[in-house]
Structures are given as structure tokens and as C-alpha cells.
């Protein structure tokens, strides 16, 4: 049999996202399912396999670096009159975090090549990953050439996409209080109309709030509240403002 080597790329906080999307596509037919290290191998049901090896740049940042830089320079060699777009896939191709190189046997059966492709594509549109193909084509999750060696492109514009998890890529985990508190927050938005997204995390973690007495919230000095503005008249008396009691938080 001959090997066929295909690479997804994306931009991404939590790489196990990958190894969720692998097992699910590849479930009906995964005969095992061998995880070691950042790297997974899928026996399928003939007994053939399928190698992934999930490469991030929280593990390996030169790896990373390295890799995106001489594919960036590599593609930057393209001519092609879709200029703009080849500097968006360019810059596409900087900011990827995380690379994964999959292997597998290639025979006449077309049917289970087809099945193969289809899960790669399925694994990409999870995680808003590019597939790279030997011939040194890039295609979107969606199955359109992004970007040729050649300058060939379905598309006519193109904008560098992430995970949104990225920006919690070193985040917390909620704790129970911040669940009750995103839930409560739900059902104040749900019971006024307003649109919402459940899942959406709290945005401040309970974990990240630190609290300052009231010694420290004024450093010391008494409040300097302005007073209202006062008429010239010597029958009103002046009242100076009072501290606060307390010192609310949102």
C-alpha cells in the first residue's frame, strides 16, 4: 500500500479538541483507538491504520515557529493575481499554533479513501483547521482550494480564522460559584428577552477577583467627594459627604 500524508492546521487554545474530533468522525469504524503522547493511532476495521500527530505550540514553540515560517516563506513564492488573498492566507499560515501530520494507507478501494478524506474534512471543520495535501494544495474546512503552489484559489477573497477558544487557552476552570453565577445571569436575560449565549464562560472568574479592604481602596486618605453646588445664601447649611459603607462590585 502506498502512504498518504496530509496535514491539518489551525489556530486553537485546546488541542484536545482535535483528539475529541478524531475519535467521534472515526467511531463506526475504529477497531482501537491508541493515544501516547500527542500522537493517536487509529486501527480501522480491516486492520489498517491512521496516524495523527497533534503538534501545539504550548508543547512545541519552535517546532511551531519554525514549521510556519518556512511554509509561509514557501507559498510566498506563488504568482498569482489574487494578491490580496495570498497575503490573508499568508498570514493565515503565520499565525498557526498547531500542526497535525496524518498518515494512511492508500489502496483501490475508493470507498474507504472517500471515508478516510470525508473524517479529515469533518476533523477540520470542528476545529476551523486547513488540510494541506502533498501537491501543496490548502483547502478549507469546507472542501474549496484556499491557496496553490501554482496561485490557484475557488475562493476570490479571504479573511485568517481562530478558535475562539484561544483566548482561554490558560484560563481557569470555572468553579461551581461561577457556574451558579453564569446561570443565574441566563435566567435575568432569558426572562427579559434578551439573547444570550448559554455556553458563553463568565467573563471574571471568582478565582481572579481579589478584593480590596476599604483601607486599601483609599490608601489610607478619607474620600474626596465634590460637594454640591451651593447658592450664596447664609440660611443653608453646607453638608460634607459621608464615606461609603460599602464598595459594590459587578
Same mark, same amino acid.
Given at each position: ?8 492546521? #489551525? ?9 475529541? &474530533? ?7 469504524? #475504529? ?13 480501522? &476495521? ?21 514549521? #510556519?515560517?518556512?511554509? *509561509?516563506?514557501?507559498?510566498?513564492? &506563488? ?84 478558535? &475562539? ?25 432569558? *426572562? ?59
Amino acid at each position: 500500500m502506498e502512504k498518504a500524508n496530509i496535514t491539518l492546521y #489551525t489556530v486553537i487554545g485546546d488541542p484536545g479538541r482535535i483528539v475529541t &474530533a478524531i475519535r467521534e468522525h472515526f467511531k463506526e469504524m #475504529t477497531k482501537e483507538f491508541t493515544p501516547e503522547n500527542g500522537n493517536i493511532l487509529l486501527t480501522l &476495521a480491516d486492520d489498517s491504520t491512521i496516524s495523527f500527530n497533534i503538534n501545539h505550540r504550548q508543547d512545541k514553540p519552535d517546532f511551531i515557529a519554525s514549521h #510556519t515560517a518556512g511554509m *509561509a516563506n514557501y507559498f510566498s513564492s &506563488a504568482e498569482t493575481p489574487l494578491v490580496e488573498l495570498k497575503e490573508n492566507v499568508l498570514q493565515q499560515i503565520r499565525v498557526f499554533n498547531c500542526v497535525t501530520g496524518i498518515t494512511f494507507d492508500i489502496d483501490d478501494n475508493g470507498d474507504r479513501t472517500s471515508y478516510i478524506i470525508n473524517g479529515l474534512f469533518a476533523i477540520a471543520n470542528n476545529v476551523n483547521g486547513f488540510l494541506l495535501y502533498p501537491s501543496m494544495q490548502i483547502y478549507t474546512q469546507e472542501g474549496k482550494l484556499l491557496f496553490s503552489i501554482k496561485g490557484e484559489s475557488q475562493l476570490t477573497e479571504f479573511m485568517p480564522i481562530a478558535n &475562539a477558544d484561544l483566548l482561554d487557552g490558560n484560563r481557569p476552570q470555572e468553579s461551581p460559584a461561577d457556574m451558579k453565577r453564569r446561570l443565574r445571569s441566563n435566567a435575568l436575560l432569558k *426572562a427579559r428577552n434578551i439573547p444570550y449565549m448559554e455556553q458563553l464562560p463568565c467573563e471574571v472568574l471568582e478565582s481572579e477577583v481579589q478584593m480590596r479592604s476599604r483601607e486599601k481602596w483609599w490608601n489610607g486618605q478619607p474620600p474626596c467627594l465634590p460637594l454640591p453646588s451651593i447658592r450664596k445664601s447664609s440660611s443653608r447649611k453646607i453638608r460634607t459627604a459621608k464615606k461609603p459603607s460599602s464598595i459594590s462590585t459587578r
